[in-house]
């Protein structure tokens, strides 16, 4: 009796199974008309891009206040949240955010902000991901759709900018790395 | 007085009946052959038939910065004098649109045809919008003899699409419809 009913549950089965693949192609048959079709697919995988840097320089910094230079960027995602990370890392020692003229160095603070045009972030440690960042990019380089998404803040405290040497460059560079989430 | 002879004598009897109605038969059998001899006969149906789909997998498309290009030969007959035949192409996206979809999101496709076998490119297609004036050089209906293929289907999905693309699994159906000309 149960033996009866194993080929029509097996059937059930392989219909079930079938039920979420994709249609073969068909052929078509000789007629006044002939109608063919094919199946097509493709995976895009999680992608994120930044764009819209622009380099920051501080000239003629006046030791008795903060410097502050903030610049809206394009980040974009591709995950169904357009969420990333973004980790930066500077080019002084052990990656730390110092500029640097020879053995001169003084240090620099980078925050970062999921949302342009603002002026101050959430604070970045060097090499640590931030995480849980929201893109509103709808274009990979902001080329359509908002024509930024997020804000990049580099500061020199007062009490940094006091102990440089005059009229002395100082330089450096600042690496984001962002990855989808 | 004895009878007189019958005046009119029957020109048949009914044992006589039978020749002439086959005579008869025969002279409406002779004017209905002359009849279809002399009229012009209906063309031979022209048939046409597409085969040797097959399906498109673009697979998980890790290079969103360049085209990805599928192509393939498949065979297209036509009974027609000239072997003409015109094709048209309709996507599964609203609209017949040439679109993937995953979810919500869509992918849009380029569609190419061309009447030989073994190209990478060809005349684009546009939804529901025939191309016409195109020649088969099959000899045989589904190309069991004669060439192997005779035109070549591509497609295209596009960088600019793919560098904005979601990321997901993107799954669609073309449809192509032959006919003779």
């Excluded at chain 2, 290009?69 to 009974?79: A, G, I, K, L």
Aim: charged residues 5%.
């Amino acid at each position: 009796m149960v033996r009866k009913y194993i080929p029509s549950v097996m059937a059930a089965l392989a219909v079930l199974a079938s039920a979420g693949t994709a249609q073969a192609a068909t052929q078509g048959s000789l007629g006044a008309t002939s109608t063919g079709s094919v199946s097509i697919s493709a995976s895009v995988p999680n992608r994120v891009r930044i764009s819209g840097l622009s380099d920051v320089a501080f000239t003629n910094a006046d030791p008795s206040l903060n410097a502050s230079n903030a610049q809206n960027v394009c980040v974009w995602s591709n995950t169904s949240t357009k969420g990333y990370r973004v980790t930066a890392t500077g080019s002084g020692a052990a990656n730390a955010f110092t500029l640097a003229n020879a053995s001169l160095t003084v240090p620099y603070t980078v925050e970062w902000s999921a949302s342009s045009g603002q002026t101050s972030g959430t604070a970045l440690a060097v090499g640590t991901p931030l995480t849980g960042q929201t893109s509103l990019a709808t274009n990979s380089n902001c080329a359509s759709g908002p024509s930024s998404s997020a804000s990049l803040i580099v500061k020199i405290a007062a009490t940094d900018l006091q102990t440089m040497t005059a009229a002395t460059n100082y330089t450096g560079t600042l690496t984001l790395l962002v990855a989808p989430e | 007085m004895a009878p007189s002879p019958p005046a009119v004598v029957p020109m048949t009897t009914p044992s006589g009946a039978a020749p002439v109605r086959a005579m008869r038969l025969l002279l409406v059998l002779a004017v209905g052959l002359l009849a279809a001899a002399v009229a012009p006969s209906p063309a031979a149906a022209q048939r046409v038939r597409i085969t040797k789909l097959s399906d498109v997998a673009f697979g998980s498309l890790t290079n969103l910065g360049v085209d990805a290009v599928r192509n393939q030969s498949v065979c297209v007959f036509s009974q027609a004098a000239t072997r003409g035949y015109h094709v048209t192409a309709t996507g599964s996206a609203p609209g017949g649109s040439f679109a993937l979809l995953s979810g919500g999101n869509q992918l849009a496709y380029d569609v190419q045809w061309s009447p030989s076998a073994g190209q990478s490119s060809g005349t684009q297609l546009s939804p529901n919008v025939t191309l016409t004036g195109l020649t088969s050089t099959a000899t045989q209906q589904s190309c069991n003899s004669g060439p192997a293929t005779s035109a070549s289907l591509i497609v295209v999905l596009r960088s600019t699409t793919l560098s904005n693309a979601r990321a997901g699994s993107y799954a669609g159906t073309l449809t192509l419809v032959i006919g003779p000309e």
